[in-house]
């Protein structure tokens, strides 16, 4: 309803709420989503248009023995250009970052430095199938309630009152172990109430240290397991595929057992220290009513066939990821399975567990309904991510195609002298991935870290375990930031709660973040030695 005239008169002449109502439109007119949305095309247009380096006309030259238009030479910046853009447009939010990753396939398209088909193609990767798989069974695990029961089971295996290693029981290992469903994000919404709850019972307070330590607690597990299966996060996914891209190295199930695993544990329990050594606890000992977690178990009952059927769906999704790397081992030992081995790794790559656990979700019934219901299935996949992911794919294609990446791996490598180590490369990929973590989300730094990464090592000529550790490390770095609510979905739901404080998260974050960093560069080459 309109206001009447001589109120509509009092505004104008000078009314406070006149004047409030202007700053706030002005302050509205300049907020981070509008600055965002002007500030990525125009980068984009300056880079665009700006006269070409010497250096980087000689690198597009070289790769390109047809280089000689003006819109080829300026094909590096127009890639760095779409980069910018995308990043901006990701990292401000202005608008939501699925739609923000077809700008690339659109831009490399027009301007010919890829195929209207391979741009396209890469919304299609087989590997997004993969994506879409661990969302299917989040989503079945929610369903059938099967999540909250691992969560309860796993907070009744302690029987003693030590705080620290009650939450360690109650809220790290839960949500670390639910990461096998393939959803950090899921996991924690999972375990956030049963947390809830288990402090309820015990009498400790909203506002007392413990009841901040347990959350900081249940969110940087989260992260760690982030780095635990090849499915539990997007980068991940991100890193095998560039290893396949760059290197020809298909980095199975059962690689990454052996080289992200291993750096899982290690943050689950350096961040469990870390937690509990900075926040300090007053509580010396924690006394939770068991009685009430059990009746809540019982409410439960046994085993219903939806649950057991989902559990049926994810051993054998497993199992079918990891049986084709046994095979592969086994025979190099017997020769008579390298036939067979060799079939495997094309009938059965990672993707037809995934399309097959997505089939069984829609077409297995339990009590007349299917385990899920086509809605329940579209609903489930996150299309954000996936559209996301295909326009990362996309991206790094026209950045490696247009010459940029190869531009900036020579620049990088020039700063860190002649013949830079192998070991240098790593930890500066690292270093990449990490630093963009705090920049953009975790899959957009892996979208742009991880053929950074690629481009560096094969520009130092690197092979085999050397040229993909700066991948691989480049990828799992992406896992590691968790100092601030923006970095990361689990970091963000614990703050939302009101018992972490934004500078105790930070402190923590920064130190546990620094660690698993450090441990990473000084192991990670190790592990992915073993792959050799």
């Not at 050594?277 to 219903?304: C, N, Y």
């Not at 860190?416 to 975790?442: D, R």
Request: hydrophobic share 55%; proline share 6%.
């Amino acid at each position: 309803m309109k206001p009447p005239a001589h109120e509509h008169t009092m505004i104008h002449n000078g009314d406070p709420k006149s004047k409030h109502s202007r700053v706030h439109q002005v302050g509205k007119l300049f907020d981070k989503r509008t600055i965002g949305l002007v500030l990525g095309p125009l980068l984009f247009l300056v880079l665009a248009l700006m006269p070409v380096p010497d250096s980087m006309a000689e690198v597009v030259t070289g790769i390109n023995s047809e280089a000689g238009s003006e819109m080829t030479l300026r094909a590096p910046q127009v890639a760095l250009g779409t980069l910018l853009w995308v990043l901006v447009w990701w990292v401000t939010e202005c608008v939501p970052l699925g739609l923000a990753a077809l700008l690339p396939p659109i831009v490399f398209s027009m301007t010919r430095i890829v195929t209207w088909k391979t741009a396209l193609t890469a919304f299609t990767d087989p590997i997004i199938w993969i994506f879409m798989a661990g969302f299917v069974l989040a989503a079945a695990f929610r369903k059938w309630d099967l999540d909250r029961r691992i969560a309860l089971r796993l907070g009744l295996l302690y029987k003693g009152s030590n705080p620290m290693i009650a939450a360690f029981f109650v809220a790290s290992l839960p949500v670390f172990i639910l990461t096998l469903t393939g959803s950090i994000t899921a996991s924690t919404a999972v375990v956030f109430p049963f947390l809830i709850a288990y402090l309820s019972m015990a009498g400790v307070k909203s506002g007392s240290r413990y009841s901040e330590a347990t959350m900081l607690v249940l969110a940087q597990a989260a992260t760690a397991g982030a780095m635990l299966l090849l499915i539990s996060t997007p980068p991940n996914l991100i890193a095998k595929n560039t290893a396949l891209e760059y290197a020809s190295a298909d980095l199975t199930f059962l690689d990454w057992l052996v080289v992200g695993t291993p750096h899982a544990i290690i943050g689950l329990l350096v961040t469990w220290i870390v937690v509990f050594k900075v926040v300090k606890p007053e509580e010396k000992t924690i006394a939770a009513d068991k009685s009430k977690m059990i009746a809540v178990a019982k409410q439960l009952g046994r085993m219903s066939r939806g649950e057991k059927v989902v559990a049926g769906m994810l051993v054998l999704a497993v199992s079918l990821w990891i049986f084709p790397s046994i095979v592969k081992i086994l025979a190099h030992s017997y020769t008579g399975l390298q036939g067979f081995s060799a079939d495997l790794s094309v009938i059965m790559p990672e993707a037809m567990p995934a399309v097959l656990v997505i089939l069984l979700a829609g077409l297995i019934r339990v009590r007349g309904e299917p385990v899920l219901k086509w809605d329940e299935i579209a609903r489930g996949i996150d299309w954000n991510v996936v559209f996301l992911f295909g326009g990362g794919i996309a991206l790094g294609i026209g950045l490696s195609e247009s010459g940029f990446a190869t531009w900036l791996a020579d620049g990088v490598a020039a700063s860190m002298g002649e013949n830079p180590s192998a070991w240098a490369i790593y930890a500066m990929s690292c270093l990449l991935g990490f630093v963009l973590t705090y920049a953009a989300s975790n899959t957009a730094a892996a979208l742009i870290s991880c053929p950074i990464a690629a481009t560096l090592a094969l520009g130092a000529g690197l092979t085999g375990p050397d040229l993909l550790a700066p991948i691989i490390g480049a990828g799992l770095a992406c896992s590691i930031s968790s100092a601030i609510p923006s970095t990361t979905p689990p970091m963000a739901i614990v703050y939302s709660s009101g018992y972490v404080k934004i500078w105790t998260m930070f402190k923590v974050g920064i130190i546990s973040d620094l660690i698993r960093l450090g441990a990473l560069v000084a192991l990670g080459p190790l592990f992915v030695s073993l792959l050799a």
